[in-house]
């Protein structure tokens, strides 16, 4: 059973890991390539899709890691386990402290209503969305090394 736990908490981080790393490198690239407003729209509603689901998704990742570090306390790699889950809770205090309100913003803006300072507000977002992206990678490689 504790084997079953390491291996679906680090598919369920993994994954996420996943999502944002092409949040990154691949939607943001591409809806900031779109002409005109579309790319603006396209963020909005990436705001509102992600916005609603990433929440569950690492408070759901953080408790995984918080199981498998209390469930093995006494195996080799916890340390590791614990130190991963600082990193999540790190994560999860800068999406809500940075990155959160500058999403819960963009994802009500048109072109109509959106401020001038729009693009910078995106920018600031994408550079602390690098920096959590790198927060969360380096706890996914923790929990991927901690079982050896």
Do not use: C
């Not at 509102?48 to 689901?53: F, S, Y």
């Not at 072109?111 to 959590?132: A, G, L």
């Amino acid at each position: 059973m504790f084997n079953a736990l390491e291996v679906v908490t680090t598919v369920v981080v993994g994954v996420m890991v996943g999502v944002e790393f092409s949040v990154a490198f691949v939607m943001n690239p591409i809806l900031n390539a779109l002409p005109e407003d579309s790319g603006q729209l396209g963020h909005a509603h990436g705001g509102r899709m992600l916005g609603a689901v990433m929440p569950v998704w690492y408070i759901g990742s953080l408790v995984l890691v918080g199981i498998w570090a209390v469930a093995g306390w006494h195996h080799h790699g916890t340390g590791l386990v614990v130190t991963a889950g600082v990193l999540l809770i790190l994560s999860v205090v800068m999406s809500l402290l940075l990155l959160v309100p500058i999403n819960n913003r963009n994802k009500t803006w048109t072109p109509e209503n959106r401020p001038e300072d729009w693009k910078e507000q995106t920018r600031r977002w994408m550079r602390w969305h690098y920096v959590r992206l790198a927060v969360i990678l380096a706890a996914f490689s923790l929990l991927v090394t901690a079982p050896t």
